[in-house]
């Protein structure tokens, strides 16, 4: 079945500065990868994600990338601010865009003042 | 949209008590998905239903765990007897078609003691 591993599982950078989580998974056929930010006392929230047809995607701070053949993709936030810090996760389909995922375990980011 | 509601948001009860939990989906929506979350284990995916019909119970750990959807309005993740180790954050969330984002609750804590 689907794994998706994630690093790292905690991440501390200064505000301004830019943060990046990556994640792996093994199932080839894997088609879509959501991120999703959890802060506090709060269900998972879809913050970007990214099809298999595409190699990168951007959103104003954030953006993904996709690397189909070595199947792994990252997040990427600039200009980190104080209310991007929360538990970030990663997640992929399992098969063909399925509406069934595994979730990375989670990447706590602090962004300090 | 009042998004989705789940109540309780926590609940402490003793070893061997029913717990049930209950969930509110975003109207239109066709999916709806219970998880589980712990510090061990991260997101788990314990059933999902569409259009009110169960497609994938595989995750639900053990029969002590059972999850029903009467109407397109309404489901409940029931646990009998429970057990400290059930101590977790479940989370309800819905989404429309294929879509792919899942829209999460606010989750109930439970905590057995």
């Known amino acids: 079945g689907e794994n998706v591993e994630q690093h790292p599982s905690t991440l501390s950078v200064q505000e301004g500065d830019s943060a990046v989580i990556k994640c792996t998974y093994s199932d080839s056929a894997s088609n879509y990868f959501p991120w999703y930010k959890q802060e506090l006392g709060k269900g998972p929230q879809l913050i970007i994600d990214?099809?298999?047809?595409?190699g990168e995607k951007k959103d104003q701070r954030i953006a993904v990338t996709l690397n189909k053949t070595a199947k792994h993709f990252s997040l990427h936030i600039t200009e980190t601010q104080p209310e991007d810090s929360a538990v970030y996760f990663c997640a992929a389909s399992i098969g063909n865009y399925g509406q069934n995922f595994v979730f990375g375990p989670g990447t706590r980011l602090s962004v300090l003042p | 949209d009042a998004g989705v509601i789940q109540s309780p948001r926590h609940e402490v009860t003793e070893m061997g008590q029913e717990v049930t939990l209950r969930c509110k989906p975003i109207s239109g929506h066709d999916y709806l998905f219970w998880y589980r979350q712990t510090m061990m284990r991260g997101l788990e995916l314990l059933i999902y239903?569409?259009?009110?019909?169960?497609?994938?119970d595989s995750g639900m750990p053990e029969d002590r765990f059972s999850a029903k959807m009467p109407n397109a309005s309404f489901s409940t993740l029931k646990i009998q007897p429970s057990e400290p180790r059930d101590s977790a954050v479940y989370f309800c969330?819905?989404?429309?078609?294929?879509?792919?984002?899942?829209?999460f609750g606010e989750g109930s804590r439970l905590t057995v003691l």
């Open positions: 990214i099809r298999s047809n595409v």
């Open positions: 239903f569409n259009n009110n019909v169960p497609i994938d």
């Open positions: 969330a819905s989404s429309l078609g294929n879509t792919g984002e899942l829209f």
